[in-house]
């Protein structure tokens, strides 16, 4: 069974940081492209950023271009997100998610994980 | 940059069709994504590639896209698929953006 499990959320201040993880099982997590999504409270869907199976490309949002690092370790089946220079817009549950596709043509995202809550206040 | 126009909502009693339209400039020539969400769970693929649907989709989930509207349809609407749906393209144009329309929520009557 595939599984996707995020942590690292929390509250955090403006211009803190804050790093997402992304746990993969179920299946060979080196084969396949990684999102990172976020949803604003009552809000829509955001794509944050992409990331090739081997690192070799990656993609960002241009909200959070310069500020969030996409990365992963497919010997430790993990994905991570570094934040940096948090806004309060930047609050949001982030979700993981496996692209069908590849980083550089996306296809739809078939697994998501359940989420973790980012909150940037004072 | 790319944008989906999405209805926010969409209204159907049980045992109709629902439709969802997602609009963009000649979205025909791109791949359009649906997804559904409930309230406090996480998104689930339902279409992808405009008409494919993953496994464990109900056959009852259709999809089609040409010209500037691409549409998710819901034959035969039950309670359960009270829900919020989105699109989402791939914008090759524009420094490689994944896109999201704003959603649709639906409810069933």
């Known amino acids: 069974e595939v599984q996707l499990v995020e942590s690292g959320g929390g509250l955090v201040k403006p211009g803190g940081s804050l790093r997402l993880s992304c746990a993969a099982s179920g299946f060979t997590f080196s084969s396949y492209s990684m999102n990172w999504v976020r949803q604003a409270p009552g809000k829509g869907l955001e794509w944050v950023s992409s990331?090739?199976?081997?690192?070799?490309?990656?993609y960002y949002a241009d909200s959070v271009k310069g500020r969030f690092t996409i990365s992963r370790d497919n010997a430790k089946n993990s994905l991570y997100l570094q934040m940096n220079s948090l806004r309060a817009e930047d609050t949001a549950v982030y979700y993981c998610?496996?692209?069908?596709?590849?980083?550089?043509?996306?296809?739809?995202?078939?697994?998501w994980g359940q989420g973790t809550l980012v909150t940037v206040s004072s | 940059s790319y944008v989906l126009t999405q209805p926010p909502s969409v209204s159907v009693a049980p045992g109709q069709t629902a439709r969802i339209t997602c609009g963009g400039n000649n979205i025909g020539s791109k791949s359009v994504h649906w997804y559904q969400q409930k309230p406090g769970q996480a998104p689930v693929l339902v279409v992808y590639d405009d008409s494919d649907r993953p496994s464990g989709i109900p056959e009852r989930f259709s999809g089609s896209n040409s010209g500037n509207t691409a549409t998710l349809t819901i034959s035969r609407v039950e309670a359960g698929d009270e829900a919020d749906y989105y699109c989402?393209?791939?914008?090759?144009?524009?420094?490689?953006?994944?896109?999201f329309g704003g959603g649709t929520k639906l409810t069933v009557l």
């Open positions: 990331i090739s199976s081997s690192s070799s490309y990656i």
């Open positions: 989402q393209v791939w914008d090759s144009s524009s420094d490689h953006n994944v896109v």
């Open positions: 998610a496996r692209d069908l596709g590849t980083a550089m043509a996306p296809r739809g995202f078939d697994y």
